[in-house]
């Protein structure tokens, strides 16, 4: 990287460190971790397939890197995001009392009163005020 950048290692470093006020390797270490969080919550890959995919060699360094970054154990870590995944997909799904019997759309304002949708004025509104008297924004 030094060499492409046309420094010695030495400088690029002192510079890196100077300019975002942490090492270059601490950096990397974080996108290593990143990339991990994000192939144990998207992939059934074995933890050990994904440290050696992310550039770690053993996977007690990396188990002990990833808790030490992300705050708990890799294993753990994946079953917490894929609950956490459920439970935004449930409460995407909310449906009104007595209202349309389909999931709530991002943005959707649903009045309560009349049990209609609100146009793009009221939607307006809300976004305008925060709040739309009689009304309930669903969704997350």
Known sequence: ???????????????????????????????????AKRLLAE?????IDVAQECGFRHLGFFNATFKRLAGRPPTEWRK???????????SQEV???NGPAEP?????VWQERTHR????????????SGELTGARKLGC
């Open 117 to 128: 949708s609100a146009g793009a004025g009221a939607q307006a509104a809300v976004a305008m």
């Open 1 to 35: 990287m030094a060499r492409l950048c046309g420094c010695t290692e030495r400088h690029l470093r002192r510079v890196f460190r100077q300019y975002f006020g942490r090492s270059l390797q601490s950096r990397q270490m974080d996108y290593r971790i990143v990339m």
């Open 104 to 108: 709530a759309r991002n943005g959707q």
């Open 43 to 47: 992939t059934n890959a074995k933890v």
């Open 95 to 97: 449906v009104c009392p």
């Open 80 to 90: 917490a995001a894929r609950n956490k995944r459920v439970m935004r997909r449930r």
